[in-house]
């Protein structure tokens, strides 16, 4: 009997869920999963799923759900952070997100982001191995937006992290970082003085995450670890 692997299927009708060529290269032809074999899986939408292999083909698999569980205080984390030109580490921080159960992950076109192609596909492959690897429930939203599209987005808390310290905005207290939450983050050499100013305009506040500098990537990790812990850490009522 194989053991306990999470999978992934984003055709799910009714207690029937379909699994595609990737899952079942893993799945059947790795694993050696059999017909009438036990399986879980997720959605990424928040829903964990348990049941049993019923039809096999060469490029997909069926499953009979027999259990559905809805996964509850999932973060409602949205980082929007400035495209970065290293793909390995790019893909690194898509993979860390996934793990940590970041809602939406907007790559943002700046000032300072490098003018490059992002390859999605590739992304989200990376996104799905790192939500089976950890066995999650929730698989990261994941958009490319420019930087004043993101600006006039509405969240209870809207939040930019930034090294200018030529621009003095409002600062937001460490409670702020909840809920439903946007965090700007910025690329390789910033947000400009500019962009800084027109978050200030458009209602943001900064969320400062110490003195050191740090890269984009590790500030990505430093927000979302804050965020968890303080959804971890709440007072009782």
Request: neutral net charge.
């Amino acid at each position: 009997m194989p053991g306990h692997f999470t999978f992934y299927s984003s055709h799910i009708e009714g207690s029937v869920a379909e699994f595609d060529e990737n899952e079942t290269r893993h799945a059947i032809q790795a694993l050696r999963y059999q017909a009438g074999d036990g399986i879980f899986f997720t959605d990424g939408l928040g829903n964990r799923y348990s049941g049993n292999i019923n039809h096999i083909e060469k490029r997909r698999f069926t499953a009979i759900i027999s259990q559905k569980l809805q996964t509850q205080g999932l973060p409602e984390l949205t980082i929007a952070v400035g495209i970065i030109k290293h793909a390995d580490r790019l893909e690194w921080l898509v993979e860390k997100c996934t793990e940590l159960g970041v809602k939406r992950l907007v790559f943002m076109q700046t000032d300072n982001t490098e003018k490059q192609r992002l390859n999605e596909e590739r992304m989200k492959k990376v996104a799905v191995a790192a939500l089976k690897q950890s066995q999650g429930s929730r698989l990261p939203i994941l958009e490319i937006l420019p930087f004043a599209t993101v600006l006039a987005e509405s969240h209870e808390s809207r939040l930019i992290c930034h090294c200018r310290n030529e621009i003095t905005i409002a600062t937001a207290s460490k409670e702020s970082l909840a809920g439903d939450c946007l965090v700007l983050i910025g690329p390789e050499g910033d947000f400009t003085s500019k962009e800084v100013q027109m978050a200030a305009t458009a209602g943001f506040t900064a969320y400062p995450l110490g003195t050191l500098i740090l890269r984009t990537e590790t500030a990505c990790m430093a927000v979302s670890g804050s965020y968890l812990l303080g959804m971890n850490h709440k007072p009782d009522k």
